[in-house]
């Protein structure tokens, strides 16, 4: 199989890989911190912006420019830096080897029924991606569908998504290269393997096929300039239609807003193919349209059913003109109602699901029934109803869990689901939708004996007097004196949940004696919009708090000290790391930021930025600047103050969160570092993205440093 033609940027991100070069000829006898270390120099330029009369300046501007040759030499040179100082860590090879050993085992998704074929993903145990597979029945000869493990000799080609056909024929899949978002679009006949001239490209997000799989359709977004593809801003999205056997110049706009080019739009098609289902939000609503447009006749105009802009509305099923929708709309922890189309004022719709105490975090339809999944103090509670909500049942799991699947078509008799925990690996069952009867498939078989492991939730307060729960984990039988080493994780944003899942990465961490805990800060979606709400735009720092309350707690109830205390998050949660170790820098022994939105003031110039103004709120607004200013990591960074040892992590092509975010982040970190022996490290992932896509292998050495890093910088050896 061919590979997408790589943009320029990539070609120049190349260069980055010199860095891998050094690497054998940098181990350190010494200590990482055994003398101060001598990092690459980053030249400080007089760039100053002005925002609502405040002078900012931006010292490290140039770090933003991914195609210069002196920011590659830079790159490399902290690589060379980094990974020198890693690779001299006493025990980091036998922690990499044992994450490998302990990720060693078969794991296969739930399966899907098209036509009359079932499909589903299986990975051996150390392959870097997923092969898909389908067969006839369930238990059935397993055929090979798709394989990305052969697409590149690196692994760091991958499938961005699938969709099979209604009668199970034809594969709609994607091709992202280096982890970008960036997606061509490809088709394939299931029963020959045959693959089709078709070639769509410079989508991203989803595609959907048309009804009949004549087409489908798929978003896209203006081709950028050549090196501009992982920094360039995403605007002018459109909704496109592509014939099969056409070229792309060919394809069909189905819709877009010019009028509005820096709004969100997306669109999904309905089960019946006849509806196509199209989100809308301006870049700093926490809120979102939502328009239908009959996909049979390409002269109906948009619908705009759901136009107030005064809630979040999420698409869950149709019969005909009637709609069964998700909303906020007067219920900050969601309800399911349903809706005419032919008179969708708020007085004719029907509560199908009335909003409960606890948040509705996810709804599906199945073979004449529903599946809700609320959040009960951070982990799943599943209820079956019926399609006008009466109650069916409740289906029961062991304990606080994580749930998957219930999905399906109208037709079906059957759904598919799996659960799995802290200490619960993944188990999958058949579940039988009139009899109720769970049946199971299979069920996580491991060479480690997950019961030596202990997870409990707590609550503890926020400077507010809210509750916040977390989950503490960590071997049974250690002694919880405060020498113990701990990280402690969030995310706090985007309505993101932080539920119980099953980590072999993070066993590694509790087999070496530590503590992991992971805090459900506002911000995330635990309890809902006001959950979320609480800590958004001007109350972003909320979450700061909430997570540095956290630290104080684990520290008072004796799980660590401040000597042996990591903070870790990643994306937004890198944001969050960066904002608290700049409030707090004596809290913490290790800061562990990855792939951080750093520079609150220009983050909504790259990529996807301008969506996440929800969240962060815009720096153009006068009314926001402030809160933004006063907790953006990148701008509030102090000269000569001791910061943590802090190991900074981003990927090169990452077109989401643009690595010059952490560039700059780095380079200003270093400059400011009083403590001349706690390092200030950046590690630069080469060929890959924010995360999706990622091989297996380069997965697992992002944890294994990490951890590596963190017990060496704590005094603890590597077992």
């Given at each position: 199989?061919?590979?997408?033609?790589?943009?320029?940027?990539?070609?120049?991100?190349?260069?980055?890989?010199?860095?891998?070069?050094?690497?054998?000829?940098?181990?350190?006898?010494?200590?990482?911190?055994?003398?101060?270390?001598?990092?690459?120099?980053?030249?400080?330029?007089?760039?100053?912006?002005?925002?609502?009369?405040?002078?900012?300046?931006?010292?490290?501007?140039?770090?933003?420019?991914?195609?210069?040759?002196?920011?590659?030499?830079?790159?490399?040179?902290?690589?060379?830096?980094?990974?020198?100082?890693?690779?001299?860590?006493?025990?980091?090879?036998?922690?990499?080897?044992?994450?490998?050993?302990?990720?060693?085992?078969?794991?296969?998704?739930?399966?899907?029924?098209?036509?009359?074929?079932?499909?589903?993903?299986?990975?051996?145990?150390?392959?870097?991606?997923?092969?898909?597979?389908?067969?006839?029945?369930?238990?059935?000869?397993?055929?090979?569908?798709?394989?990305?493990?052969?697409?590149?000799?690196?692994?760091?080609?991958?499938?961005?998504?699938?969709?099979?056909?209604?009668?199970?024929?034809?594969?709609?899949?994607?091709?992202?290269?280096?982890?970008?978002?960036?997606?061509?679009?490809?088709?394939?006949?299931?029963?020959?393997?045959?693959?089709?001239?078709?070639?769509?490209?410079?989508?991203?997000?989803?595609?959907?096929?048309?009804?009949?799989?004549?087409?489908?359709?798929?978003?896209?977004?203006?081709?950028?300039?050549?090196?501009?593809?992982?920094?360039?801003?995403?605007?002018?999205?459109?909704?496109?239609?592509?014939?099969?056997?056409?070229?792309?110049?060919?394809?069909?706009?189905?819709?877009?807003?010019?009028?509005?080019?820096?709004?969100?739009?997306?669109?999904?098609?309905?089960?019946?193919?006849?509806?196509?289902?199209?989100?809308v939000s301006p870049p700093a609503d926490r809120e979102n349209r939502l328009w239908f447009k009959n996909l049979l006749d390409?002269?109906?105009?948009?619908?705009?059913?759901?136009?107030?802009?005064?809630?979040?509305?999420?698409?869950?099923?149709?019969?005909?003109?009637?709609?069964?929708?998700?909303?906020?709309?007067?219920?900050?922890?969601?309800?399911?109602?349903?809706?005419?189309?032919?008179?969708?004022?708020?007085?004719?719709?029907?509560?199908?699901?009335?909003?409960?105490?606890?948040?509705?975090?996810?709804?599906?339809?199945?073979?004449?029934?529903?599946?809700?999944?609320?959040?009960?103090?951070?982990?799943?509670?599943?209820?079956?109803?019926?399609?006008?909500?009466?109650?069916?049942?409740?289906?029961?799991?062991?304990?606080?869990?994580?749930?998957?699947?219930?999905?399906?078509?109208?037709?079906?008799?059957?759904?598919?689901?799996?659960?799995?925990?802290?200490?619960?690996?993944?188990?999958?069952?058949?579940?039988?939708?009139?009899?109720?009867?769970?049946?199971?498939?299979?069920?996580?078989?491991?060479?480690?004996?997950?019961?030596?492991?202990?997870?409990?939730?707590?609550?503890?307060?926020?400077?507010?007097?809210?509750?916040?729960?977390?989950?503490?984990?960590?071997?049974?039988?250690?002694?919880?004196?405060?020498?113990?080493?701990?990280?402690?994780?969030?995310?706090?944003?985007?309505?993101?949940?932080?539920?119980?899942?099953?980590?072999?990465?993070?066993?590694?961490?509790?087999?070496?004696?530590?503590?992991?805990?992971?805090?459900?800060?506002?911000?995330?979606?635990?309890?809902?919009?006001?959950?979320?709400?609480?800590?958004?735009?001007?109350?972003?720092?909320?979450?700061?708090?909430?997570?540095?309350?956290?630290?104080?707690?684990?520290?008072?109830?004796?799980?660590?000290?401040?000597?042996?205390?990591?903070?870790?998050?990643?994306?937004?949660?890198?944001?969050?790391?960066?904002?608290?170790?700049?409030?707090?820098?004596?809290?913490?022994?290790?800061?562990?930021?990855?792939?951080?939105?750093?520079?609150?003031?220009?983050?909504?110039?790259?990529?996807?930025?301008?969506?996440?103004?929800?969240?962060?709120?815009?720096?153009?607004?006068?009314?926001?600047?402030?809160?933004?200013?006063?907790?953006?990591?990148?701008?509030?960074?102090?000269?000569?103050?001791?910061?943590?040892?802090?190991?900074?992590?981003?990927?090169?092509?990452?077109?989401?969160?643009?690595?010059?975010?952490?560039?700059?982040?780095?380079?200003?970190?270093?400059?400011?570092?009083?403590?001349?022996?706690?390092?200030?490290?950046?590690?630069?992932?080469?060929?890959?993205?924010?995360?999706?896509?990622?091989?297996?292998?380069?997965?697992?050495?992002?944890?294994?440093?990490?951890?590596?890093?963190?017990?060496?910088?704590?005094?603890?050896?590597?077992?």
């Open positions: 199989m061919s590979i997408l033609k790589l943009p320029a940027s990539v070609r120049s991100a190349a260069r980055f890989v010199v860095a891998a070069v050094f690497l054998a000829t940098l181990m350190h006898d010494s200590a990482i911190n055994a003398e101060p270390l001598e990092y690459p120099a980053s030249r400080a330029v007089d760039t100053v912006d002005e925002f609502h009369g405040v002078k900012v300046a931006d010292p490290y501007r140039w770090l933003e420019d991914l195609e210069s040759e002196e920011v590659s030499q830079w790159v490399a040179a902290q690589n060379r830096l980094t990974f020198g100082c890693l690779e001299s860590i006493d025990g980091r090879q036998r922690l990499s080897e044992r994450i490998r050993e302990l990720i060693d085992y078969e794991r296969v998704s739930l399966p899907a029924r098209r036509g009359s074929k079932y499909f589903f993903s299986r990975n051996s145990g150390q392959q870097n991606h997923y092969v898909k597979y389908w067969s006839e029945s369930l238990g059935g000869e397993e055929r090979v569908l798709l394989d990305p493990n052969n697409w590149s000799e690196d692994g760091t080609t991958a499938l961005a998504g699938s969709r099979v056909s209604d009668d199970g024929k034809m594969l709609l899949f994607g091709v992202s290269v280096h982890g970008s978002d960036w997606v061509e679009w490809r088709v394939m006949e299931i029963e020959t393997g045959r693959k089709l001239d078709d070639r769509v490209q410079w989508s991203k997000g989803g595609a959907d096929w048309d009804k009949g799989a004549r087409g489908f359709y798929y978003k896209r977004l203006p081709e950028p300039e050549d090196g501009d593809e992982f920094t360039v801003k995403s605007a002018d999205l459109a909704i496109w239609h592509h014939r099969l056997g056409t070229d792309q110049s060919e394809d069909k706009l189905v819709f877009n807003l010019p009028e509005h080019p820096d709004w969100y739009i997306s669109m999904g098609v309905s089960e019946d193919r006849d509806l196509g289902v199209i989100y390409p002269q109906a105009p948009v619908e705009k059913i759901f136009n107030a802009n005064d809630a979040r509305y999420w698409f869950v099923a149709s019969s005909g003109r009637k709609l069964l929708v998700q909303t906020t709309k007067d219920a900050p922890n969601w309800r399911l109602i349903e809706v005419d189309m032919d008179r969708p004022e708020p007085e004719h719709w029907r509560d199908v699901l009335p909003e409960k105490k606890m948040a509705l975090n996810d709804v599906k339809t199945v073979g004449g029934y529903i599946f809700a999944t609320y959040l009960k103090d951070a982990h799943d509670v599943v209820y079956q109803y019926t399609l006008d909500g009466g109650f069916v049942r409740e289906i029961k799991f062991p304990g606080p869990v994580s749930v998957g699947g219930f999905g399906g078509l109208k037709g079906d008799t059957e759904t598919f689901y799996s659960y799995n925990g802290f200490t619960t690996p993944s188990a999958q069952y058949r579940l039988d939708l009139e009899t109720g009867e769970s049946t199971l498939l299979r069920r996580t078989e491991l060479d480690v004996d997950v019961s030596a492991f202990t997870a409990r939730q707590f609550f503890y307060r926020a400077d507010d007097g809210t509750a916040i729960p977390i989950f503490v984990m960590h071997k049974k039988g250690i002694e919880l004196d405060g020498n113990n080493p701990a990280i402690l994780y969030a995310y706090g944003g985007f309505n993101s949940a932080q539920r119980p899942s099953f980590s072999t990465t993070r066993l590694a961490w509790l087999e070496a004696g530590g503590i992991y805990a992971i805090a459900c800060i506002r911000g995330g979606g635990e309890y809902g919009e006001a959950w979320h709400r609480a800590a958004t735009k001007n109350n972003k720092r909320v979450s700061v708090d909430d997570f540095i309350s956290g630290a104080e707690w684990m520290i008072d109830q004796g799980y660590c000290t401040a000597d042996t205390l990591a903070c870790c998050g990643w994306s937004n949660g890198g944001f969050l790391i960066g904002a608290v170790v700049n409030k707090r820098p004596d809290l913490f022994k290790v800061a562990l930021p990855g792939t951080g939105v750093m520079d609150l003031l220009r983050f909504n110039l790259f990529g996807w930025g301008a969506g996440w103004e929800a969240d962060y709120g815009s720096p153009q607004n006068p009314d926001e600047f402030s809160s933004i200013y006063a907790i953006s990591p990148y701008h509030n960074i102090r000269q000569g103050v001791d910061y943590p040892s802090t190991l900074i992590l981003t990927s090169d092509t990452d077109d989401r969160v643009m690595p010059g975010h952490s560039f700059k982040y780095a380079a200003r970190l270093q400059a400011a570092q009083a403590d001349a022996v706690s390092p200030i490290l950046l590690r630069i992932e080469v060929r890959a993205g924010h995360g999706g896509g990622v091989p297996l292998y380069k997965h697992l050495n992002w944890y294994a440093d990490q951890y590596a890093f963190a017990l060496h910088e704590m005094g603890f050896e590597i077992p």
